[in-house]
Every structure is written in structure tokens, then in C-alpha cells.
């Protein structure tokens, strides 16, 4: 398993970490197989989405804050019930064929980490499964 950092900046936000995904995939010598890719935070998660257009982004957001959870009256003393919601919907694992020693992402897609309950330093583990077949 790898770990590595991603810093966020912003309160919701998500960045493109395929780079990270690409970067220690070529440390491995796994060449065929599954990577897995998992956020290990109630208030934060992980998605596949288009990665050509900046605009997807934001737009994701601003599609979540339309549920308005911000205004309900939630019971979670830590008031960032709308946060771990979030999270949910994205959740907090994706998988990903490898193949050839390169992620099969399609042509528009990117890995992103998506942030609810920012800035915070976070955590996101890797790990690179051999396939026998």
C-alpha cells in the first residue's frame, strides 16, 4: 500500500490527482491487474469524471450545493453533516484496470479527490493488484 499527501485549499473542491494514481503505478511493477484508490476520511471521497473541461468541476459543485443540506437542520454537533453527505455520494473507493502498466481511463477521464470539509491536509492510499490472467 502507498500513501500519499493531498493538500486542499478550499472548503469543497476536487483536484485532479491522476498524476499521484500514474506516478506510483510506474514505481510498481505491477504491469496488469486492478488499482485501488481509497480515501480514508468520513468528509471527503473519490471519483472518476471528465478531466478536459475545468468547468465539470465546478460545476459537480455546484451541482452538490444545490441540495442546500447546509440549511437543514442536521443534529451532528460537529456541524459538517452536509460534508460527510457529500462524501457519501461520491464514496470513498474507485478501482481502476491496469493494463500494459498504464491505468485504462478513458479518453475524457481523470481521477479526483473531492474535498467537503477543507482546507485540510489529507491522506489518499494506493494499491496496485497483480492480475494472473
Not at 27 to 35: D, H, L, M, Q, Y
Not at 66 to 77: A, C, G, I, N, Y
Request: proline residues 5%; contains cysteine.
Amino acid at each position: 500500500m502507498v500513501e500519499r499527501s493531498v493538500p486542499t485549499q478550499q472548503k469543497e473542491q476536487l483536484i485532479n490527482i491522476t498524476h499521484l494514481i500514474n506516478e506510483e503505478l510506474q514505481k510498481s511493477s505491477v504491469k496488469n491487474g486492478i488499482a485501488t484508490v481509497f480515501v480514508p476520511h468520513t468528509t471527503a471521497g473519490v471519483t472518476i469524471n471528465e478531466n478536459a473541461d475545468p468547468d465539470v468541476q465546478r460545476d459537480i459543485i455546484m451541482g452538490l450545493r444545490s441540495f442546500q443540506l447546509e440549511k437543514q437542520p442536521f443534529r451532528h454537533m460537529e456541524g459538517n453533516s452536509p460534508a460527510h453527505i457529500k462524501a457519501s455520494l461520491m464514496g470513498s473507493s474507485i478501482q481502476i484496470i491496469i493494463k500494459g502498466g498504464r491505468l485504462m481511463l478513458g479518453t475524457w477521464q481523470g481521477i479526483y479527490y473531492c474535498e467537503f470539509d477543507g482546507p485540510r491536509n489529507r491522506k489518499v492510499w494506493l494499491k496496485f493488484l497483480e492480475s494472473t490472467s
